[in-house]
Structures are given as structure tokens and as C-alpha cells.
């Protein structure tokens, strides 16, 4: 399978995520910029989850129909043409990461997903819902991987 070349100009791959992008600090998201969206693209499909939350996978962000011809988002942004779905703090679009204090670092998976066709999610969609929904219309994916801790 193709992959997309996905990173942020806030942080490197398996780098610490800077607090300004925290639930404890300014709660913004984080700017991201991709490329190698395959031809055929009908649509991107953003997810940011943390395996490593208490309760289960916690979904941070997850936003659908993103324009497959865009290349990336700015900070505080939703990307052109998505939809901004709930993450897992019950708010619709970005909800920084916010791991137990004294946890170790928890990982934040930034996915980016291109589709063949559109999915139809559930605002309240959990990770394994997303998981299960794209699988079917994966055409290519880039992750990045963020960590955080308090």
C-alpha cells in the first residue's frame, strides 16, 4: 500500500509534543503538512489517538472529509473541507493531549487516511470504529507519532 509522507512543523516524529498544543496549555492542534496522496483520492479522513490512555484507546481528533487535494492544516485549524467530528473529551475537534500526571509518556498516533469513498462515522465515533470503517477504503496512510506527559 502507498503511504503518505505525514509531519508537523510543531514536533518530529517520536518527539516530545510541546505543552502549547496540551489540554493543559493553549489546546490548539497542531500544524501538520502531508504529501503522496494517491490519484483517486475521494477523501482524507484525520485521526489522533492515544493507545496508552487508562480507559482504552481516547480519540484526541478525528475529522472527515478533507479535500484530497489539500496539503496540510495550519495550527488551531480544521483542514479544508473536514468536518471536525467528537474526540474523546465529549467536544467537537481537537482535545489536547492530557495523560494521568505521573503516568509515563503516552503516544499520540496522528493517522491520515486517503479514501476511495466517503464513510459515514458517527459523531461520537470511537477508534475502533474509524479503524473498522477505513480499513475498507484505504487507499493509503502516513502516521505520526507525538509523545506527551505530565
Known sequence: MAGIELKSSAFNDGA?????????GENVSPALSWSGVP????ELLL???DPDAPSGTFVHWLVTGINPASTGVEAGQTPDGGQALMNGFGESGWGGPLPPPGDKAHRYFFHLYALSEAVDLADDASAADVHAAVDKQQ???G???GLYQR
Request: hydrophobic share 40%.
Open 39 to 42: 490519484d483517486g483520492t475521494s
Open 139 to 141: 487507499l493509503a496512510s
Open 16 to 24: 516530545l509534543i510541546p505543552r502549547r498544543y496540551a489540554m493543559e
Open 143 to 145: 502516521t505520526l507519532v
Open 47 to 49: 485521526l489522533c489517538e
